[in-house]
């Protein structure tokens, strides 16, 4: 309700040919929104890569080192994640030299297109370290011809407002993103191709296009509704510990739970590089054993983990109500089971003697 940026009151612009402001759309369809991402089509879509045969051939360069190498379930998988993440980086990479640009393809958009709301792209580049004092120029080019530049800073986040229309009938939105500018001629001839010095680098939320698909305040109310579960499981183990330990150690218990539970997506995620071998190919006990604590904890609390609602409040992102049933489900049930047995411990307890009674 306050006064956006080139308003004269709310609402109102200070320019009469305008329907709405640049500040008040960005609040209204990026901040106070409930939306909906899409990435790229993957990698592996792409490439349509083998990925059996990638995989053999990842063991076959480990056997011409080590004759009796027998590759683990987790060395499979831990070999299928460096090809994904290799075919990933050369996928979301661009050389300014050797290609130029790169397509990427965003499925699923229909819904986006037979709405009347405009289209977020939002991107993010890493180039050089990240220097704050360069800018980078990026060329955006659409199926029907249209080009847009931006000067776009490395290491943070820039949006592109894209109309409807840009998404084409089947449902599919096209783009094709040049590492540098593409300037038409002032005489209409070939276009003008000034190249960045360096490759730059898509991260993992580094592009992504998103339309609004519901209301900021029911988001909101879901996203509380979380946090109270989230909380509702936290209570119940501290109430289950309270029972039958003392006062520090079942506050130490619930606050380990929660840091624990916090930190589980990261936990998962360091396995990916953790082997139960050393350098050498050897087989180790104590690598063994942390392996299968970290992931069995790592799986215990990952539900917990993934819920993410303050983040998403935070972006504008939407979490649906089949969402916060799938990802509160189960923390709800383990809450209820937690405090059943501290309901029984407690019962169970004697908590005073009195008399010799």
Do not use: C
């Amino acid at each position: 309700n306050q006064t956006a940026v080139g308003e004269i009151r709310p609402n109102v612009p200070a320019d009469e040919t305008a329907n709405m402001t640049e500040d008040r759309m960005i609040l209204t369809t990026q901040v106070l929104a409930a939306r909906k991402t899409v990435r790229p089509v993957s990698a592996m879509n792409y490439f349509e890569v083998d990925m059996d045969a990638a995989v053999q051939q990842r063991v076959q360069q480990e056997r011409r080192q080590n004759p009796d190498f027998d590759p683990t379930t987790r060395d499979i998988n831990g070999y299928m994640v460096e090809i994904y993440d290799q075919l990933n980086l050369s996928y979301m990479s661009i050389h300014p030299f050797d290609e130029g640009y790169e397509g990427y393809v965003f499925e699923g958009l229909a819904a986006a297109k037979s709405s009347d709301s405009p289209i977020i792209l939002r991107y993010k580049i890493n180039a050089e370290g990240n220097r704050p004092d360069r800018i980078y120029n990026l060329t955006f080019q659409f199926p029907d011809g249209s080009v847009v530049t931006r000067r776009t800073g490395l290491g943070f986040s820039h949006t592109l407002t894209l109309t409807p229309d840009a998404i084409q009938d089947d449902g599919n939105l096209y783009i094709q993103i040049y590492n540098g500018a593409l300037r038409p001629s002032p005489d209409g001839s070939e276009a003008q191709w000034l190249p960045n010095p360096e490759v730059i680098t898509f991260p993992s939320d580094g592009l992504e296009v998103s339309y609004t698909v519901g209301s900021y305040r029911m988001n909101f109310v879901r996203i509380v509704f979380v946090l109270w579960v989230k909380l509702a499981f936290l209570i119940a183990i501290g109430i289950v510990a309270a029972t039958f330990l003392s006062f520090p150690v079942a506050a130490l218990l619930a606050l380990g739970t929660f840091l624990v539970a916090e930190g589980a997506g990261w936990i998962i995620y360091s396995l990916e590089s953790w082997s139960v071998t050393n350098h050498a190919r050897e087989w180790q006990l104590w690598r063994f054993i942390v392996s299968n604590i970290a992931e069995g904890v790592g799986t215990l609390f990952l539900t917990y983990s993934e819920l993410k609602p303050t983040q998403r409040l935070a972006t504008g992102l939407l979490l649906s109500w089949g969402e916060v049933f799938r990802g509160t489900a189960v923390l709800m049930l383990t809450s209820l089971g937690l405090y059943a047995l501290g309901v029984l411990i407690f019962r169970r307890r004697e908590l005073a003697t009195y008399s010799g009674q």
